[in-house]
């Protein structure tokens, strides 16, 4: 069974531009969790998804916005990059609602360059 | 904000050494866990404690959890290579909030 898929892997942008990161869950997962994993920090939780809600949010800023579609696939936006965006995006899809959920299984992230 | 440190925050040995890495907060946690992550990949969960002064064995691996559920270690024996990655604790807490991450531990074995 194929687990958790992230695309693209690797990614360039400059400082302004947008980006769209794309996620797929394990199948039959209906959650999905996006996190940022600054080099040498652990992940920090951006959004939670269910059933296409939104479940939690956490400290980012209005440029960060994600979505779920009906196949529970998610986006992750980020507008007006900065330098500091630049992180490995992970996404983390889980069988249950609440975003403590009890456990989580991450794709392989994206890795967001900002020059 | 919920903290939760982790030290050492590198750490190289040989094989077969042992070893222990540390989990430490100042509040409270539901539950605690553990995932690896190794370069290139996202993390992946080890084992979660749930009572105070629980300890879990996973093969080498041995976790415990803290009695007042505010602190965790995790114990290596024999070290192997492929032990080698970033080990994360997270902090599960009650209610709808997420999962509080620390900065990991590096560890590297030599073969």
């Known amino acids: 069974d194929a687990g958790v898929t992230q695309s693209p892997t690797h990614l360039i942008k400059t400082r302004g531009q947008h980006v769209t990161l794309r996620c797929s869950p394990i199948?039959?997962?209906?959650?999905v969790s996006w996190y940022q994993q600054v080099l040498g920090q652990g992940p920090q939780f951006i959004f939670q998804?269910?059933?296409?809600?939104?479940?939690g949010r956490g400290n980012f800023p209005d440029r960060f916005s994600a979505r779920q579609f009906p196949n529970y696939s998610s986006e992750l936006n980020v507008n007006a990059l900065l330098l500091g965006d630049s992180a490995l995006y992970l996404c983390a899809s889980s069988l249950k609602t609440s975003v403590n959920t009890g456990e989580l299984f991450f794709g392989e992230g994206s890795r967001l360059t900002v020059l | 904000t919920q903290l939760l440190e982790q030290s050492p925050q590198f750490l190289s040995i040989q094989e077969g050494e042992n070893l222990t890495v540390y989990c430490n907060s100042s509040s409270v946690f539901s539950s605690l866990q553990w995932y690896r992550q190794e370069p290139g990949e996202g993390p992946v969960l080890l084992v979660t404690v749930v009572t105070g002064g629980e300890v879990k064995k996973l093969k080498r691996l041995t976790f415990q959890f803290g009695d007042a559920r505010k602190d965790s270690s995790l114990h290596i024996t024999a070290a192997q290579p492929g032990d080698t990655g970033l080990y994360l604790c997270a902090g599960v807490n009650s209610g709808n909030t997420p999962l509080v991450f620390g900065k990991g531990t590096r560890l590297s074995v030599i073969a």
């Open positions: 199948s039959g997962h209906k959650s």
């Open positions: 998804y269910y059933e296409k809600e939104e479940r």
